[in-house]
């Protein structure tokens, strides 16, 4: 079964500076990747996605991603953060017809 | 804004009580999804019906059922609530029949059992 693990549950950061979020996945067959972002008090909405192509993918809000097949994983970064990004963001997985969430990881931007 | 409309957006009730949540998708989406977002168990995926039908399913419990109606508009009926049952339940819609991991989320309805 496909999995998804986001190995920090926050990560606090100051403003302007730059910012990775780490996303593992689990899975014997080719995946579509996601990450999505929940501002408080708001639904899930998408960031960017990974489905075949380059490895390296931009999103909204001037992050990105890279999809590295050898380690697994889909990290998100971000080369200087603002105080609007502070949020919770969610790496996922995509199993055929379903969507499996991680745990989320909690961005803190201080100023 | 997602164009995904959901309601209520708070509910609070006693333990044994039913509820039911509704959500209209965005404009133009035949599919329906139900997430529960709880502290202890994260995002969940409960279950999607597409154009009336049922499409696929997930950890939904037996005390749960949902229906997609004509109009589109679907409800999620929570019964025999527990304390256990207290979270956030997100519907989300997409287009097609299939998931392809590009959902539009509402705001959730956050349920509290007492």
């Known amino acids: 079964a496909q999995s998804v693990t986001q190995l920090d549950s926050q990560v606090p950061v100051f403003e302007e500076a730059p910012v990775e979020l780490r996303c593992n996945y689990s899975?014997?067959?080719?995946?579509?990747l996601f990450w999505y972002v929940q501002y408080p008090n708001q639904g899930l909405q998408l960031l960017l996605k990974?489905?075949?192509?380059?490895?390296l993918v931009k999103g909204i809000n001037g992050f990105e991603a890279e999809f590295n097949k050898s380690q697994t994983s889909f990290h998100l970064r971000k080369p200087s953060v603002h105080i609007s990004d502070t949020a919770e963001y969610f790496c996922?997985?995509?199993?055929?017809?379903?969507?499996?969430f991680g745990t989320g990881t909690r961005l803190q931007v201080f100023p | 804004d997602s164009g995904v409309t959901q309601t209520p957006k708070h509910l609070i009730t006693a333990t044994g009580q039913r509820v039911t949540l509704r959500c209209s998708p965005r404009?133009?989406?035949?599919?329906v999804y139900w997430y529960q977002q709880s502290l202890d168990q994260g995002l969940q995926f409960l279950i999607q019906?597409?154009?009336?039908?049922?499409?696929a399913k997930g950890n939904i419990l037996e005390r749960f059922s949902a229906q997609q109606f004509p109009d589109l508009h679907s409800e999620l009926n929570l019964s025999s609530l527990e304390l256990g049952d207290s979270a956030l339940y997100f519907c989300?819609?997409?287009?097609?029949?299939?998931?392809?991991?590009?959902?539009?989320f509402g705001e959730g309805s956050r349920l509290t059992v007492l």
């Open positions: 404009s133009g989406d035949l599919s």
């Open positions: 899975s014997s067959v080719s995946v579509y």
């Open positions: 996922a997985v995509h199993n055929t017809d379903k969507l499996i």
């Open positions: 019906y597409y154009n009336g039908e049922e499409r």
């Open positions: 989300a819609s997409s287009v097609g029949p299939e998931n392809t991991g590009e959902l539009f």
């Open positions: 990974y489905l075949s192509g380059s490895t």
